[in-house]
């Protein structure tokens, strides 16, 4: 199996242009957004790709905006968490999609506001060599867990989200035990920084490893984030890795799988979303 590309995006779930855009002249519409998004695409070519906040509007113009750019990717839906995938090069053999639980017993309140939250999974064949492995892409619950403070503090959240992420690899390794205990690739928006108890307990009870951590070509030190938003376009937030939320985990790979972990963040992506595209090239 060659060098294969593997991608997560969270690319804002708003469908209509807003008041605050046209005011500036501007249309964040998916109409008008998934355009770039496409564009994305076709600069960076990945493989297989897991969008977080893909809304079915946006799934619909991605699609026929793939179409018309000739890009070859199939989709996979997974309510707001689709995957798309490269059918020339790869063939899907499972899957099967995970909602996340609204209420969690013991905690005050809803812990998935738009069904949003959610793991969608992939099970792929390299036509090119036959070799298996899974693709999981999430996206986790958002409020601040830590910081009573906060105006977004609700009770549990932090709790909720390593529940959420043990639910994932339960259904993960579920298709590991079928298949063979084959590589994993595990994505998404965790809404977790890198120190955060979801992403600790992924790689120090989960057997994760983190892709920044184990590229051996290139690794990216900045957190993807930026403001794109309601009010207007973003400005790229300047803190470094550790804050990102944005995540590539990787497991029961050989050692120096993971050639290159990357973040693509050029200007005109601060009209797309508030979170950049990020990547792994990855020889399985």
Not at 47 to 76: H, S, W
């Amino acid at each position: 199996m060659g060098k294969i590309r593997f991608m997560s995006q969270n690319q804002w779930n708003k469908t209509p242009n807003l008041e605050a855009w046209e005011n500036m002249g501007l249309d964040c519409s998916a109409k008008t957004r998934m355009k770039g998004h496409v564009q994305i695409l076709g600069e960076l070519m990945p493989d297989i790709a897991g969008g977080q906040e893909v809304n079915a509007d946006m799934q619909r113009f991605l699609k026929f905006y793939c179409m018309d750019a000739g890009l070859p990717y199939t989709l996979i839906w997974g309510n707001f968490t689709p995957i798309f995938y490269r059918a020339d090069k790869f063939e899907l053999l499972d899957s099967e999609y995970l909602c996340y639980p609204e209420n969690v017993e013991g905690y005050e309140g809803c812990f998935n506001d738009v069904l949003s939250k959610s793991c969608n999974l992939g099970v792929f064949r390299d036509k090119s060599d036959g070799k298996i492995f899974i693709f999981a892409n999430t996206h986790l619950w958002w409020k601040n867990g830590t910081n009573p403070d906060s105006k977004w503090y609700q009770r549990g959240s932090d709790e909720v989200r390593v529940m959420q992420v043990q639910l994932a690899d339960e259904m993960i390794r579920k298709y590991q035990e079928k298949y063979g205990d084959c590589p994993v690739v595990f994505v998404g928006d965790m809404n977790s920084g890198y120190r955060a108890p979801a992403i600790r307990w992924a790689i120090e009870q989960g057997g994760y490893s983190h892709a920044h951590d184990v590229a051996v070509e290139y690794t990216d030190e900045t957190s993807g984030y930026n403001g794109c938003g309601p009010n207007g376009p973003g400005k790229w937030d300047t803190r470094g890795f550790e804050t990102a939320i944005d995540h590539i985990l990787v497991r029961d790979m050989p050692k120096g799988a993971v050639r290159r972990f990357d973040r693509y963040s050029p200007d005109f992506y601060l009209y797309l979303s508030d979170h950049s595209p990020i990547i792994a090239d990855i020889e399985l």
